[in-house]
């Protein structure tokens, strides 16, 4: 009888669902401020929860990727 190849392999999805969740909360914060052809978007200081929101997701993307689970 052969053995299993997963043993001890749990689908984990919880760091790729956060990457994705500030991904796009990033882009919606990032398209969504102010600019020439948008005086009525968010403030400036949108833009550091922003950048802060992106590296989040670049870690936690390569995390996964380094880990094979991509």
């Known amino acids: 009888m052969n053995k299993t190849t997963t043993h001890r392999r749990h689908l984990r999805p919880w760091r790729t669902l956060i ?3 500030s991904l796009a909360a990033a882009l919606t914060l990032g398209f ?3 600019g020439l052809d948008n005086p009525d978007g968010l403030p400036e200081w ?3 929860p922003a950048l802060g929101l992106l590296a989040l997701a670049v870690c936690l993307i390569r995390a996964d ?3 094979g689970r991509l």
Do not use: S
């Open 46 to 48: 949108t833009f550091f």
């Open 19 to 21: 990457a994705g969740a």
């Open 65 to 67: 990727w380094k880990a």
């Open 32 to 34: 969504a401020m102010r």
